[in-house]
């Protein structure tokens, strides 16, 4: 069964600084690996997603992910936060098959600091 | 492109009544579409997948009975709560699989915030 475990249910810093949002994965099968982000009382915005092509993947708002194999991780970087760049993130996962729901992590929080 | 509605956005209703919550493909088509619920500062969780054409799949310990779940054309499926109660206050989302887009990328509403008086 696919699981995703996000460590860190909150994380905080400052403006300017880089972030790190952390993502494992478990699943059977090569995933397929994406990254959401939610603001408040929205829906879901795709950031990335890695569908076994290039294992660094480069998404919207300066955001990238690298998937690594062998320690079953998509961690979401972006190396300058911006005060916009609060809200909550989602992991997910999807073994690729066509018409499968996609897993979440209970996600994160990011808060940013002037 | 594909971009997914939800209509109403936010929804009151008196416990015992129905409630209706549409989710619509505007520029693609989706065979495949799906409904999640989230509690606040919760993850979002899988209710059901909507088929067009046929019945839906509902997840363990989801009612099927409670939440009716149609999707009669590729651009729509509808969510009723059914007798609704407090407990189903929550924020449903649906997202719609593109029937054409590959790695399976499915596109989310903006949500519907459903409370229970």
């Known amino acids: 069964a696919q699981s995703v475990t996000q460590l860190g249910s909150h994380v905080s810093v400052s403006e300017g600084a880089l972030v790190l949002l952390r993502c494992n994965y478990s699943?059977?099968?090569?995933?397929?690996l994406f990254w959401y982000v939610q603001y408040p009382n929205q829906g879901l915005q795709l950031l990335l997603k890695?569908?076994?092509?290039?294992?660094l993947v480069k998404g919207i708002n300066g955001f990238e992910a690298e998937f690594k194999k062998s320690e079953t991780s998509f961690h979401l970087t972006k190396p300058s936060a911006h005060m916009s760049d609060a809200a909550e993130y989602f992991c997910?996962?999807?073994?690729?098959?066509?018409?499968?729901?996609?897993?979440f992590g209970k996600g994160t929080t990011l808060s940013v600091s002037s | 492109g594909a971009v997914v509605s939800q209509h109403p956005s936010r929804v009151i209703c008196k416990s015992g009544t129905s409630v209706k919550i549409e989710c619509r493909s505007l520029?693609?088509?989706?065979?495949?579409m799906f409904w999640y619920r989230q509690f606040p500062k919760q993850s979002l969780m899988l209710m059901a997948t909507?088929?067009?054409?046929?019945?839906?799949?509902?997840e363990q310990g989801v009612e099927k009975d409670k939440f009716l779940i149609n999707h009669a054309s590729l651009t729509l499926s509808t969510l009723t709560v059914t007798s609704a109660h407090p407990e189903d206050s929550s924020f449903y989302i649906c997202?719609?699989?593109?029937?054409?887009?590959?790695?399976?990328?499915?596109?989310f509403g903006p949500g519907t915030r459903l409370t229970v008086l």
């Open positions: 997202s719609a699989r593109h029937q054409w887009r590959s790695y399976n990328e499915q596109f």
């Open positions: 699943s059977s099968v090569p995933p397929y």
């Open positions: 890695y569908t076994s092509a290039a294992t």
């Open positions: 997910a996962v999807s073994e690729g098959q066509a018409g499968t729901a996609l897993i």
């Open positions: 520029d693609f088509q989706a065979t495949t």
């Open positions: 909507s088929n067009e054409g046929s019945k839906a799949t509902y």
